[in-house]
């Protein structure tokens, strides 16, 4: 089950064990180890920094497929893991491998000689280093909260600075204004360095837009240098000197087709000859992201589903914004066949379910409200409270599997299913079978 998966995990045992987890958002310790280790970080390919709020993930698995697609190979960092610690970490392509994990953590170990430095931090010069050390064609590197002051925020210039749509959330580090999240995740931009970025609210495109202007950065912003939209079911980028005419996103939802237009936009000012307007097509239709509306059919609760006749989906969707885009992909699909709609929530504490609810007060719809293994999770009872308070009909249960099993005795025709509400949550339901672990 859950727990024996994730604490066997050798690398979380001792990482955790020497550095805390306690975000302090500075990039001092990073550099400094980095400095001890010979600057790995200045041994890398070119690389695409992604920040923002949500889409950061699915963004980085579109460039990826993108430029695998095209014969690049190709490095990524991503955060967090959903069960392995290796998922954060492809070198060239595949996951990194334990014997590199345990080599590295020996070698980063020594070196830092037990001065203070976090988890995401040696996280990121672990990754750095094994990315040093592996050819490869291209780097991408998503970062792990913020942006300005993020430990991943140390290169002087990447090859293209990219930034998903800016919302609220990590209001307690980053926030609360919507302008000073902006500032933070603008923060990635650096001098005379191609931006590309997502539609944003006029706050937040005003602290990005001034960011850029102050630092000589050329700036592609969705919605007045490039458009991207979706047309007879087709993904469309409109660029500044040609119109882009690709395939659907393989992610569904139609925000998908917004992160898939911002990768190949991303892609086509790197200026690199491989990567042609096919290898874009190729790459929208074939990218992967576990937890992002992912459809479960295997495990444990993949063929409980099955076995009821309904589908079951998994998203890590956990704050206002992403609820947004969780919804319009739930309607679209309920306008299609009419099949009831179950969410099945477990969100930590320091989240806003009120305002991750309020998102689906327009779609018929039951609430099963749940929690998962962690301190910090919110009761199923706080949950379906806030449930109700935005007039949605709710239940409880103990467990993510008691509640899809709730959700499938639903009378009626079989129920698509939806599990929601985080990252670690979503994390939790894939960890139950090695079937549905991230590879």
Known sequence: MYDPIRASDAVIQRLRANHPSLIDLTTGRVERLLEALGRPDLRLPPVVHVAGTNGKGSTTAFLRAMAEAAGLTVHVLT???????AERIRVAGKLISDASLEDLTDRLEAVNAGQPISFFEITTVLAFTAFAETPADLCLIEVGLGGRFDATNIFPSPAVSVITPVDYDHLEMLGPELSKIAWEKAGIIKADTPVVCARQRDEAMAVILAEAESLGAPLTLVGRDADIWRERGRLMVQTPDRLLDLPPPALPGPHQFENAGLAALALRALGDPRITDEALGAGAAAATWPGRFQRLK??????????????????????????????????????????????????????????FFAAFRDLPLKVVATTFDSPTALSPEALAEAARLEGLSVETAPDVGAAVVLALGAEGPPPRVVICGGLHFAGEVLALSPETWPA
């Open 79 to 85: 955060s967090p893991h959903l069960v392995r610690f």
């Open 298 to 355: 295997e495990g444990p609760l993949g063929r409980l589903a099955v076995a009821r006749g309904s589908d079951l989906w998994l998203d890590g969707a956990h704050n206002p914004h992403g609820a947004e885009a969780l919804a319009r992909t739930c309607a679209e699909m309920g306008a299609r066949d009419g099949r009831p709609l179950v969410l099945v929530v477990g969100q930590f504490a320091r989240k806003d379910p009120r305002g």
